[in-house]
């Protein structure tokens, strides 16, 4: 069986990929393709995740065994096969190839072609440059913030004066009276 994967990213809007494997492929399989296909460094820390209709990671098959303490099961792709996790078109994941800004590509199972078998993963699609692999930490955060600001600025021009009220208040409106009575349990 073949699984045919679409990869995206959030970055770069004209980038697309489309790999070919074979199902009895592993995870680390995949990810040298990737790797191939956009000239990334195959010894940088990565990730897989699979995730949820709503892009929501559900679970990781990571390159290492971090040693966490949590009560996951811990998946690595040298071990885990393709199969084993994907069986239904439209299965969706993540790809995290920069762990210091969570960057990651989008993927989706777009084809499972039953009855034949691939012997090594193949690039069938390759549009667009991919985004850099790695970036300044100190760049990144300064587009993260200049995003965060200009969203903000939207809101804030998008709000009128009435969505929170009158800028004035009558004082006669306020029962200092009654606050003074009240008790609070402790």
Do not use: H
């Not at 995870?27 to 897989?48: G, Q, R």
């Not at 709503?54 to 811990?74: L, P």
């Not at 071990?79 to 210091?100: A, C, H, K, P, W």
Request: proline share 2%; hydrophobic share 40%; aromatic share 12%.
């Amino acid at each position: 069986m073949i699984f045919n994967f679409r990869i995206v990213s959030d970055e770069v809007e004209n980038f697309k990929r489309e790999i070919k494997i074979d199902a009895d492929a592993t995870f680390l399989d995949l990810k040298n393709a990737i790797c191939d296909s956009v000239d990334y460094d195959k010894n940088e820390m990565s990730s897989f995740f699979l995730c949820s209709d709503n892009w929501e990671k559900e679970k990781e098959v990571t390159m290492e065994d971090m040693g966490t303490d949590s009560a996951q099961d811990v998946y690595l792709m040298e071990d885990t096969v393709l199969s084993d996790m994907i069986d239904d078109e439209g299965q969706r994941m993540m790809f995290t190839f920069d762990y210091m800004t969570d960057r990651s590509f989008f993927m989706e199972m777009k084809e499972l072609i039953p009855g034949k078998n691939l012997k090594d993963p193949v690039c069938t699609l390759s549009l667009g440059k991919a985004p850099s692999q790695n970036v300044d930490l100190m760049e990144f955060e300064a587009k993260t913030d200049a995003k965060a600001k200009s969203a903000a600025q939207a809101a804030a021009e998008d709000m009128d004066e009435d969505f929170y009220g009158s800028d004035s208040f009558n004082d006669d409106e306020f029962d200092i009276a009654g606050f003074d009575e009240m008790t609070f349990d402790q």
